[in-house]
């Protein structure tokens, strides 16, 4: 009944378990995450992918060829956004990607962008 | 490594890509109960197929680095459905939908931190599931709606009931939807636009105070 998503994502993501998030990551924890870098974040590549690269780098590097969000990088990838988000500090490290930040919103929004909203929701 | 190369080529398809102008995200969050239609309202107004994201209680709850996760085979994983809607050129909205159950809870601070609102979703079968919500969302200082979506076999009742069965404030809209509409999805988010709008053009608004007193 429930429309299926695209991806099948959490029987993907119980394939390899914790042990294959663990070695993706390289054991890292947050320390290895900019805590800039949230769901919303918008990915852009800065440089091409190259074989020698680890191949989820790679694949990061390959769908932002136009700006991607943290959360849709997470679904293709079937990652959690936890590991997806030290994926991208690592590429944000080496400079091979930007980011765009987010609009942060702390309780009550700013006018002309809540209006932009609207206008744009208005025209679906 | 080697042949996973080929395998990782996954990506959005060409039309599913944003344009190279955008620049600004911005997210709305649908929280409701299990089949109450967060899903199927995501999937109305959104330009993508709904996307699935997913995260694991372990992740998240710990913040150091450590090996617990590792061992620890039995975490909670959430999965959180989206979509997304391009406004302009530059400015792009997001949509999640995410269970209001309240053992999901540790992971709100994430997801609704930053968040331009939320629409909570109910059915009139089951009001109680959305007490834990509301109040959750009045005590963050998160502002939100309420949405009741309408199936066919559910008991209508006018929404000042509902509203006072729900113990909502006078001034957080409530409003009927059917989620399958696209219309009807939009107009949904357009009502809870009108009120942050509203709220961010009034000087002492409520969710100021809200969150204020947290
Ligand atoms: N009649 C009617 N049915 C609806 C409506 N919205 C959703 N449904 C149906 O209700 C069922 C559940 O909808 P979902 O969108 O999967 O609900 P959900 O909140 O995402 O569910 P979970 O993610 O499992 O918690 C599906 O079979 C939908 O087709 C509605 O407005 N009217
Ligand atoms: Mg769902």
Redesign the interface.
Known sequence: M??S???D??SA??EG???R??VLTG?????GRRADI?????V?ARAAAR?EM???H??IL????????M??I????KL????VAILVSDLLRDSLIEV?A??????????E??????????R? | MDSRGSELAVGPAREDALPASAATAVKIVVVGGFGVGKTTLVGSVSEIRPLTTEETMTEVSVGVDDVRGVEQKDATTVAMDFGRISINEQLVLYLFGTPGQQRFWFLWTGLFEGALGAVVLVDTRRLEASFDVIGRLENGGVPFIVAVNVFPDAPTHPMAEVRAALDLPAAVPIVACDARSRASSRDTLLALMRYLYRLSTQSAAPVAASAATE
């Open positions: 429930t429309p998503p695209i991806n994502a959490p993501w119980e378990g914790p042990e998030l663990y054991g890292r924890g947050a320390s949230d769901l919303i974040t918008l852009v074989p680890q191949p989820e790679a694949s390959r769908m932002c060829h136009w700006p991607l969000s959360a849709e997470s679904a293709y990838l959690p956004f936890s590991v765009r987010s609009v942060r919103m702390d309780g009550i929004g700013d006018p962008l809540l209006k932009a909203v609207m206008n744009g929701l208005q679906l």
